[in-house]
């Protein structure tokens, strides 16, 4: 990786002396030893975002759930499984943080009982009872010492809705949101970003560009 | 992969003419467009099977539900998601099949109603109603003219009694047993070859040593 090295060498240092903390890929959530509930996420867009904030200049942690990628150049990985795992580790670290970023396709549910053995199948069906788990997002960006709150909304419908909903439900800066057809699993994505002064689209791109206008827009909007 | 090339060049062929239908890895079960309930299944053991079953000269097609794995050389691989479209794929081709081996973690069961759009949280649990999905092993085992059918047995406590029990109740030639504990996701798998003359434990080893094993083991069955 001398060449990552050398890109980030030559690259400008807008997010220098920033602390990030964010959260990438999906959960996995246990029904029993072999199988569990999850959420689709490949990962690619939050580890192309923790490339692009480290490449920036910002000291980045990234809890990252259970995903096949590579840690990008100079990112700390710290791996969990479940959402409770996730919080534990956000909670732990968000105290040092200036910004928190939260990509992680969070499992909003869990089983209620994780069975100690393997199910046998026995009947035609099956009931499942999900109770919530933490809502990692709300809960840090509601701490008295917040720090900037960036989210993630993957939707299949009414983008605009949701995502503006979701800044200010959850009083954060920055939302980044996306049509799940326009981005789940692929190399490229189309987001648009939501903050106080309104909708911005960026235009369809890689993952890796689209990470970066994310991070120009970000810096901009630190910077003020 | 000139040295693939080579290494099957150098290979004895114990199954060459032997046509095996296989299949591997998780599938996944949508819940709703980015949820979806999953078997933890790397797809490791399966694909090192395909390689070492296409060095032996067999010509293997092998069904893969999404794993993060490169196809191995000389191997044909159909991608499926789900239990029931690994089930369409396998009975579309299990007729031009001297040897079936099911190696796949399949969903025993899948969501009742999968929601078109995501579901939106509300309320602190949910209720999640699933139905059985087909058993693509025993069906495949009961068919008139049946290939040589190969079972895996992944369970986390009695595995003699699981896996040999699996192997009458399915009537399978041989079924391969391994603790969850032992082999789940990691490079190395501890197994137990289970067949009409008894047990065959193999030592702890590689998977793609165990998938040798285990080919030795197969070759020798059609051998008599």
Redesign the interface.
């Known amino acids: 990786t001398i060449v990552e090295a050398l890109i980030s060498a030559l690259q400008a240092k807008p997010l220098a002396g920033h602390t990030v903390l964010m959260t990438a890929g999906p959960t996995?959530e246990p029904?029993?030893?072999?199988?569990?509930?999850?959420?689709?996420s490949s990962g690619k867009m939050g580890y192309a975002l923790a490339r692009a904030l480290a490449l920036a200049g910002a000291k980045v942690q990234l809890i990252s759930g259970p995903v096949?990628l590579p840690v990008p150049y100079g990112v700390e990985r710290i791996d969990v499984q479940t959402a409770r795992e996730m919080h534990q580790a956000v909670m732990q670290r968000v105290g040092q943080a200036r910004i928190f970023i939260g990509v992680a396709?969070v499992?909003?549910?869990r089983p209620?009982d994780v069975a100690?053995?393997?199910i046998k199948?026995t009947?035609?069906?099956?009931?499942?009872?999900?109770?919530?788990n933490p809502d990692i997002l709300a809960e840090v960006a509601s701490l008295p010492a917040a720090p900037f709150c960036v989210g993630f909304a993957?939707?299949?419908?009414n983008l605009d809705t949701y995502a503006s909903g979701k800044l200010q439900a959850k009083r954060l800066q920055l939302v980044v949101g996306n049509l799940?057809?326009d981005g789940?699993g692929g190399d490229t994505n189309q987001v648009v970003l939501f903050d106080a002064a309104g909708s911005h689209p960026l235009p369809r791109a890689s993952k890796t560009e689209v990470a970066t206008g994310i991070v120009a827009h970000l810096a901009k909007m630190l910077e003020v």
Chains 1, 2 share one sequence.
Request: charged share 25%; glycine share 8%.
């Open positions: 996995y029904i029993d030893p072999v199988r569990g509930i999850t959420n689709i096949a396709a499992a909003d549910f209620l100690a053995d393997k199948k009947g035609d069906g099956l009931t499942l009872n999900l109770t919530r993957a939707e299949s419908q799940v057809q789940m």
